[in-house]
């Protein structure tokens, strides 16, 4: 019997693919027995006590069932940081590291010191991968939804960063008072269609809608997001954001109809345009 529950048959008989599986596990050993991700392998024929089994049973058949891994394991890593993710927040995408990635280069181009906005922050993920990476910026991170920037709080805490992340409820532009000005604006909105079949499936299908889509055609708050940027940027100043795979040419357009200047599209890692970008020459 205790054969059947060493680490090792627990591993090979479980249905999931083994990557998952030792994901699982691994949160598993660490939640019961404060052992490391190593004890896999080094403790492979240890036998799980009922209570622990008890959880690698219930794990399993959440994630059979479509729950993300994220959520069942409570943590995601982003762009060299971990952040605690649960239900109520999107899970941080690797795509969205471009984001960050054209927040720092322009933080280098402004010597370190830059005021950045985050719009939607969720997680925090864009906010706390800068504020992390860029010891001397600034970051104010907004989001409507209260359970995000509770999210966000703990993870600015948990990563020491609060004294340089402001955390503001509110919608879009809205949070901010109008007198506020930034040198990068990153956002990465809501951009999925309504009618996109993909919001009933896979890990879409638990995380919040309001994350997701706009209840639209995918493109109104990149909309507003771009209409409102020039009034809260500094002169030269950068907005990014992040849209869907076939959404370019719309946000470019967006982005050249409000008068920005210097409009550029970035691809991902999978060579997709994934990121347009601006600039704020009108010098408001
Ligand atoms: C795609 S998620 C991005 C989360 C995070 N920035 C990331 O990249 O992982 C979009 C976020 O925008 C927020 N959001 C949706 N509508 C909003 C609005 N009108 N004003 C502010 N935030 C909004 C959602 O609550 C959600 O956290």
């Known amino acids: 019997m205790s054969q059947e529950l060493s680490l090792r048959s627990l591993l090979s008989d479980s249905p999931l693919p083994q990557g998952e599986a030792r994901l699982l ?5 660490e939640k019961h027995y404060q052992l490391p991700r190593s004890a896999l ?8 006590s009922s209570e622990a089994n008890l959880q690698w049973q219930s794990l399993q058949s959440k994630r059979l069932a479509g729950e993300p ?11 060299g940081i971990e952040l605690y993710v649960a239900p109520g927040v999107l899970i941080p995408r690797p795509e969205t590291e471009l984001l960050v990635e054209i927040g720092l ?8 010191a830059a005021k950045v906005l985050d719009l939607g922050t969720g997680s925090g993920a864009i906010a706390l991968a800068l504020a992390n990476a860029a010891p001397q910026v600034l970051v104010t991170a907004t989001d409507q939804s209260s359970k995000a920037l509770d999210i966000a709080k703990t993870n ?4 020491k960063l609060e004294a340089r992340v402001q955390l503001i409820q509110g919608s879009w532009y809205k949070a901010l008072s109008d007198d506020t000005r930034f040198d990068i604006i990153l956002s990465n909105p809501p ?9 009933g499936q896979g890990d879409l299908r638990f995380e919040p809608i309001s994350a997701l ?3 639209g055609n995918g493109l109104s708050c990149l909309e507003a997001i ?19 795979y076939d959404q370019s040419d719309a946000v470019v357009n967006l982005m050249k109809i409000t008068g920005l200047s210097d409009v550029q599209t970035h691809l991902d890692l999978a060579g997709h345009r994934r990121v347009a970008s601006g600039r704020n020459t009108g010098g408001q």
């Open 25 to 29: 596990m691994a949160y598993v050993l």
């Open 41 to 48: 392998l080094s403790h492979d024929d240890m036998v799980l």
């Open 69 to 79: 891994i994220a959520y069942l394991i409570g943590k995601r890593g982003f762009h």
């Open 105 to 112: 280069q322009e933080i280098a181009r402004l010597h370190g």
């Open 156 to 159: 600015a805490q948990l990563l």
């Open 191 to 199: 951009y999925i269609s309504n009618l996109d079949p993909h919001l």
């Open 213 to 215: 889509t706009d209840h």
């Open 226 to 244: 771009i209409a409102g940027a020039q009034a809260y940027l500094n002169p030269n100043g950068l907005i990014a954001v992040e849209h869907g």
